[in-house]
C-alpha cells in the first residue's frame, strides 16, 4: 500500500511538528527528537513571523510569502514602486 500524495489537511509548520511530538514517533535511529530534519523543522515553526506591511502575525516564512504574493495583504499591494528606466 502506497501512503498517499497530499496530505488530508491544510498544515503549518508550527501544527505539524505539535503533531508529529504529540504522537512521540520514532525512526529506525530512534526518536525523532534526534532526527536532524526534525530539529530544523521544530526551528522553523518557531519562526512566527508578522507582516511587516499589515501587523499580522505568526506567519512562518513560507506563510508570510504566500500572505504578501497571494494578494491576502492589502498594504502590501498598495505599495507602488516606481520603476526605473535607465
Known amino acids: 500500500m502506497q501512503p498517499p500524495e497530499r496530505p488530508k489537511k491544510e498544515w503549518t509548520l508550527k501544527s505539524a511538528v ?33 507582516c511587516p506591511f499589515c501587523g499580522e502575525g505568526e506567519f512562518d516564512k513560507i506563510g508570510l510569502k504566500l500572505h504578501l504574493e497571494r494578494g491576502h495583504c492589502d498594504e502590501y499591494r498598495e505599495v507602488d514602486v516606481p520603476c526605473r528606466h535607465t
Request: charge should be negative.
Open 18 to 50: 505539535e503533531q508529529l511530538e504529540s504522537c512521540d514517533y520514532h525512526a529506525i535511529a530512534g526518536s525523532l527528537i534526534w532526527n536532524d530534519a526534525f530539529i530544523w523543522i521544530k526551528y522553523e515553526a518557531s519562526l512566527d513571523v508578522v
